[in-house]
């Protein structure tokens, strides 16, 4: 294998666009969150939930968790929840997972005392209660830390009830065990539901987007094991489209360092980038590029307004929600064409934009004013990456 094979090899590894980090070497930043992770699991009593948006690197963040702990002091366990899992069947993926050690003497005279590791049986029966699994881990005497990994996939409300119960019930009878629960939500309630009585025994842990500095972190210092640098141009454009989500700064980075190897480059330049963000586009998720041809698309000669109208989404200022107003779509839309058209101009598109024959783009927000926000997040990116690539198509 050549060096440029081998660097090219490298990148593939450092770079996962489409899939989570394993490696805690290759995670940046997220220090608060891990802090609270940790409090709770030295709090006994105490469990987490972590909520967020779609491809802040919540996953990641859950197996870092789990390669921090020593297993002889605390047992780390990873679930990853589907659609249709109920409360018996995560917990059968839970208890396969667990393994006891039991102190025995073998016979003979010299009576060495070695341990013998064991499964815990899974009751076959039915229905399971949260008193069952109580049962189950009542003779786990090690702290044990329990991750359930997209627990808003579970659609069974009965399921998060009993989730909730049983939280409390370790609370009381088995502070060694913390549960973590992770998943796509604004709260805790869109989780496992509203239940009063969890209030003190749960810690919410909200995982925000990457900050500037974070994704800056991860850009060199994952160039610094390729042994590679950046121009500092370069560096703030993958910021900049990359809107915090961990994904596209992956992703830029990866087509970016792979460009610039082929062509025996040591520094990634404004060039290798203007490559990057066609690779990166062909490489997106084909939902949203589905989406986003959908709701660009038009049977007439000339250009319709939809394109306008969604990047003056994208320049639109954002609340807590992430949500914009029509008028401020409307100041951006007027900037970008030109034009001063009034806000009844684009009502009609903003409205077809929450359809599916438009790609469902954006969802209406019901507060007191009319405000609307991207269905899915992850749109914001490829957005910017769409308006590069037209920007710089040869006139």
């Known amino acids: ?31 608060k969150e891990l802090e609270k992770i940790k409090d709770s699991v030295e709090e006994r009593g105490q469990h987490a939930v972590m909520h967020g948006t779609r491809g802040a690197g919540k996953t990641s963040l859950a197996n870092v968790v789990c390669s921090l702990y020593n297993p002889e002091y605390v047992w780390t366990i990873k679930v990853t929840a589907h659609h249709n899992d109920n409360f018996k069947t995560l917990w059968e993926k839970t208890i396969e997972k667990i393994k006891i050690s039991i102190p025995q003497r073998n016979i003979g005279f010299k009576n060495i005392e070695t341990e013998k590791i064991v499964s815990i049986d899974f009751p076959d029966k039915d229905n399971i209660s949260p008193s069952d699994i109580e049962k189950i881990l009542s003779t786990f005497e090690n702290y044990l830390l329990i991750i359930f990994d997209e627990f808003d996939s ?17 609370s009381d009878n088995l502070p060694q065990i913390t549960i973590l629960i992770i998943g796509v939500a604004e709260n805790v309630n869109e989780l496992i539901g509203k239940h009063s009585s969890l209030e003190r025994c749960i810690k919410q842990i909200e995982m925000p987007l990457m900050s500037k500095d974070e994704c800056i972190a991860l850009i060199f210092n994952s160039l610094k094991i390729l042994e590679m640098d950046m121009e500092s141009e370069v560096a703030k454009k993958i910021v900049e489209y990359s809107c915090g989500y961990p994904h596209y700064v992956h992703l830029l980075c990866k087509y970016s360092a792979k460009d610039a190897v082929s062509k025996n480059q040591k520094m990634i330049s404004l060039k290798n980038f203007d490559i990057a963000v066609c690779e990166s586009i062909e490489n997106s998720d084909q939902s949203i590029k589905t989406s986003y ?14 394109e306008d ?33 009034k806000v009844d101009s684009i009502h009609y598109n903003l409205g077809m934009l929450c359809k599916k024959e438009r790609g ?23 957005i910017r990456l769409k308006f590069h690539e037209i920007s710089n198509i040869p006139k």
């Open 1 to 31: 294998m050549t060096s440029q094979e081998q660097k090219l090899d490298l990148i593939y590894r450092i770079f996962s666009p489409s899939a989570p980090i394993e490696s805690p070497e290759l995670f940046v930043g997220r220090y």
């Open 154 to 170: 579970i659609e069974d409300k009965e399921t998060k009830t009993q989730m909730a119960d049983l939280l409390k019930i370790f």
């Open 293 to 306: 041809h959908t709701a660009i698309s038009s049977y007439a000669k000339t250009k319709n307004q939809f």
């Open 309 to 341: 109208v969604i990047m003056a989404c994208l320049l639109s200022e954002t609340d807590e929600k992430d949500s914009f107003s029509p008028y401020e779509i409307l100041e951006n839309f007027n900037h970008l064409t030109k034009k001063s058209l």
């Open 360 to 382: 469902e783009i954006l969802q209406k927000i019901s507060q007191t004013a009319l405000r609307y926000r991207f269905k899915n997040p992850l749109m914001k990116a490829f």
